[in-house]
């Protein structure tokens, strides 16, 4: 549930942190998640729970004499929670903005420097140059997984952050990507000790259906491919063509990939579908799926929500995490 009130006098940075504090207590003794707005007198809040939860703790808002003017805006069930790990989540504006997305950045992790300019190459079509900076880089000692995890994801979700700040066009976005998908086939995986042991396992990489980012699907067809695996992929506009190359390759694992630049928060429930699916078409082999996207990258949503067995944070090291489940489930005598 969505709603907004409006301060019945502006509280303090104190008051405002003591507020928080005894919603965070509240919140946890009933199971209930959220994020709370504030800005100029004006509060917006989302919380989310058990229905019973909700309603107690919306009873108790209402009685809350430091607000008025409250509007409920949405109440409604959802797939999965959005703020799993806050039991309220605070945002305030601030006098002083923020660092920037870059500056975050380049605190982290050296390859992050590069994420800039890899983005302006990107969606200046430069895939020459971008496969040249790649290439340098992997000749300097930089593994593949790092080129994946600090250059080439941030680089996806920095593109689109610039979409959704109307900064770029959908056309733009999805054409930078394929740049950046065309350029990171410079980037190779090291062989591995566990390659060695999969190379009879085969995998379907599917972008979800009607999905038209995949830049991700297309670098794990490289992961795999590297480390041995049989690999097959797969741009499905349903769930049922999807269904009809899984019956055609019956692989050991399937990954379905939503976009690495978009959320894409309004498709937890089709995915699940899409999953439940999938599985359903191999019915007497235990199919290994894994999903994978910024959606959960971000830890918004987790594989248990979609009924898939891994929900891939990051590109790097997948083909490793996905060994290890085929083979365990080749280990396992299938349940009857």
Known sequence: MTYQSIASAPPTDQELNALVAQARLR????????????????????????????????????????????ELLS????????????DLLLYRKREQAPPSLWERLRRRHPLNQYVKGVVRDAFDANEA?????????????????ELVRELIEPAARAM??????????????????????????????AEDVESLRSKTYSILLAAA???GHILGTSLLADQFSDAGWKVEMAFPTSDEALANQLSAQQPDAVDIGLSDAITRQGRIARLRETVKHSRLVMPDQALVVSVGGRLFAEASA?????GADLSRQSLAGTRLRVAELVAHAKSVKPRE
Not at 35 to 44: A, I, N, P, Q
Not at 174 to 188: D, F, S, W
């Open 75 to 86: 109440e409604h069930y959802v797939e999965a929670r959005l703020f799993s790990d806050w």
């Open 209 to 211: 259906p009607g999905e």
């Open 129 to 145: 140059g971008l496969g040249e900076l790649f290439a340098r880089l992997a000749s300097s000692g930089w593994d593949g997984d």
């Open 27 to 70: 919140n946890q003794s009933v199971g209930v998640t959220g994020m709370l707005l504030y800005e100029d007198g004006r509060f917006l809040q989302t919380l989310e729970g058990p229905p019973a939860a909700l309603s107690q703790v919306w009873s108790s808002i209402q009685r809350d004499e430091r607000h008025e003017d409250i």
């Open 160 to 189: 689109g952050d610039a979409w959704l700040a109307d900064d770029c066009t959908e056309f733009d976005l999805t054409l930078g990507l394929g740049i950046l998908q065309m350029a990171g086939h410079a980037v190779r995986y």
């Open 302 to 306: 987790t594989a248990e929500h979609v």
